[in-house]
């Protein structure tokens, strides 16, 4: 552990104590407290490249610590909360659509009670697809490392794109790629690595929610959101992309589950350009669009929120060290 998260992570459990918890309750009544995770349990090749060690003993301590302070309440509940309760409410959600009753996660939010939401990236259900970003993670992991190095670099030499020196440098160099390549891109890379076939390897370790899993998911009090349907950076799009990446696959998904209300979480957090995330919204066919910023003091649009992340450092510095000592996001918009 570097010396920057051992500070994290002892400020945290510092804040997060028993003797400060009555302060961070007092300051977060007034923010919408989300959390989010996206991947809990042990590490799989999918996820390696990104893993921080949140095993289900983690994620329990993280749910134990919350408690003390927050009522956990499903995330339409926590966006509507005007902040009377004696507790103030906080929602736990995951990204990607990582399946969590296979990894355990299911029956852990059961033991606590908490009512989690699931935002799925709509190619990726039933595994008909491994996420751009989680395919380069599986190539990473599982093809020898110069084979990796050597394969990218003939790629990047074909598409004029950087070379890299390190497995390492990978998952960045891959963030330069074009919204509209990276999923042929990656698809070629693991084809190139002479990986074994992804429908074999999507077979074995079924990494997402199923739609049988996902009314599970629903039945069981939960709920479910929307994460994109290929996780582009957001930022990036343009109008001409609305319709494929957001808007069609979201009305799908709704009309799927016969959902009645959609949140939309953003790959990286990153959020369209103002006049397209402004059409979007309008559309009213997102009750909430979060980013990744941390929490918002109440009042602030439910097109401009924000959530906390939680599953690098635990709950002390994101939530309970940041409430005390730098306060929430502003309501800037």
């Known amino acids: 552990m570097n010396v920057k998260r051992f500070i994290k992570r002892a400020g945290g459990s510092l804040c ?19 959390v989010y995770y996206h991947f809990v349990g ?4 999918h996820y390696d490249a990104f893993y921080s060690g949140c095993t289900l003993e983690c994620f329990s301590k993280d749910l134990e610590r919350l408690v003390r302070v927050f009522t956990f309440a499903p995330l339409a509940e926590v966006i509507a909360s005007d902040g009377s309760a004696r507790k103030p409410k906080i929602a736990v959600t995951f990204d990607d659509g990582f399946d969590l009753h296979q990894t355990g996660v299911m029956e852990v939010l059961a033991r606590f009670g908490v009512p989690a939401t699931t935002f799925v990236i709509t ?55 074009e919204m509209t390549t ?13 990986l074994q076939p992804l429908g074999e390897y999507l077979s074995a370790h079924k990494p997402y929610f199923s739609w049988d899993g996902l009314r599970r998911w629903l039945a069981a009090g939960h709920s479910v959101g ?15 992309d609305l319709e ?22 953003y ?43 939680v599953e690098q450092d635990g709950v002390g510095w994101p939530v ?3 409430s005390l000592l730098n306060g929430f996001a502003r309501n800037r918009d």
């Open 16 to 34: 997060g104590s028993r003797l400060l918890a009555p302060l961070v309750c007092s300051r977060v009544r007034n923010s919408i407290n989300v």
């Open 42 to 45: 042990e590490p799989a090749p």
């Open 123 to 177: 190619s990726c259900v039933d595994n008909q697809a491994l996420m751009w970003r989680h395919k380069l993670s599986a190539i990473r992991s599982l093809a020898p490392k110069a084979t990796c190095i050597a394969e990218y670099n003939k790629l990047a030499v074909g598409k004029s794109l950087p070379p890299i020196q390190s497995t390492g440098q990978l998952m960045d160099a891959a963030s330069r790629w």
């Open 182 to 194: 990276k999923d042929s891109l990656a698809a070629e890379l693991w084809e190139n690595c002479s």
């Open 226 to 240: 929307f994460h994109t349907h290929s996780h582009p950076d957001c930022a990036r799009l343009q109008a001409a």
């Open 244 to 265: 494929g990446e957001l808007i069609g696959p979201a009305m799908n998904l709704k009309n799927k589950l016969n959902l009645k209300e959609l949140c939309l979480s």
């Open 267 to 309: 790959p990286f957090g990153s959020r369209l350009l103002r006049p397209l995330e402004d059409h979007i919204f309008s559309r009213n066919i997102f009750q909430a669009i979060f980013g990744i910023k941390g929490f918002r003091k109440k009042g602030v649009s439910n097109q401009r929120l924000e959530r906390a992340g």
């Open 320 to 322: 309970f060290a940041h």
